[in-house]
């Protein structure tokens, strides 16, 4: 079993920065593709970015794309998301993920990845 734990979430003012941390639990994470998702008031589920078990190749929605950079340091077992630029409609609970199995997938899609994190929670003020 997977454990994935979020924190650095926050407070902050449009045009600020955060960055979230996710600490992976075991000793696979090097083996796993990562992706972080958010989910906004009332809104359904949506990706924001993704990154191979390497490192070596990212993902990005276009809603953060240019904003937000995704990393991951396979020796701490830890996955990382920089946000700048934050914006108040980035406001959401964000959750990392684990794909935890080879082969081709849709990385923007929830289902595809097997475990996740417990949220925290970025608000942006205007």
């Known amino acids: 079993q997977v454990q994935l734990v979020e924190s650095g979430g926050g407070l902050v003012q449009a045009g600020g920065s955060l960055r979230l941390s996710c600490a992976a639990s075991g000793r696979a994470f090097s083996t796993y593709d990562m992706g972080w998702f958010r989910q906004a008031p009332g809104k359904e589920r949506e990706f924001g970015a993704a990154?191979?078990?390497?490192?070596?190749?990212?993902y990005y929605a276009d809603s953060v794309k240019g904003r937000f950079t995704i990393s991951r340091d396979n020796a701490k077992n830890t996955v990382y998301l920089q946000m700048n630029s934050l914006k108040p409609e980035d406001t959401a609970v964000y959750y990392c993920?684990?794909?935890?199995?080879?082969?081709?997938?849709?990385?923007?899609?929830?289902?595809?990845?097997?475990?996740w994190g417990q949220g925290t929670q970025v608000t942006v003020s205007s």
């Open positions: 993920a684990a794909h935890t199995y080879s082969g081709g997938y849709d990385y923007t899609k929830s289902r595809e990845y097997a475990y």
């Open positions: 990154i191979s078990w390497s490192g070596s190749r990212t």
